[in-house]
């Protein structure tokens, strides 16, 4: 008699695939907040085992390991908050290298003078 018959039997014995069995739920993943070194060094971690804490009073996070025999080590790292990079506007630089060329060269914007006085051709397409 096999175990599907066997109300007492499980089918679904220990490391067998049981389809009705709900999978484990998920630990909740949190930043652990740590108030400078002393903090980081208070934190308890198990061995072979490493946690990365948020320090509150300042931009620093820590990496705190410890070996097989529970040893610990405490690793600063700063950080620093992201800034977005500005796109630049070619448009206002075209203008402002325009303006610059004029002081410079005295010239109201016709290239035929800046040609003649760095000798290139006008069809050289230095405009």
Do not use: C
């Not at 709900?22 to 198990?46: F, H, K, L, S």
């Not at 630049?88 to 914007?109: A, V």
Request: no cysteine; glycine share 10%.
């Amino acid at each position: 008699m096999n175990g599907f018959q066997n109300p007492y039997i499980n089918p679904y014995g220990p490391g067998s695939f049981n389809p009705f069995q709900q999978p484990a739920a998920q630990p909740a993943q949190q930043v652990t907040r740590v108030n400078g070194e002393n903090g980081a060094r208070a934190y308890q971690i198990g061995p072979n085992s490493s946690a990365m804490l948020l320090d509150e009073s300042g931009t620093v996070v820590w990496l705190v390991t410890t070996d097989g025999a529970g040893y610990k080590t405490v690793a600063p790292y700063d950080i620093a908050p992201h800034h977005a990079v500005p796109v630049p506007d070619y448009t206002s630089l075209e203008s402002r290298i325009t303006k610059l060329e004029e002081i410079i060269h005295g010239n109201t914007g016709d290239s035929s003078a800046t040609r003649k006085k760095y000798g290139s051709k006008p069809d050289a397409g230095n405009d």
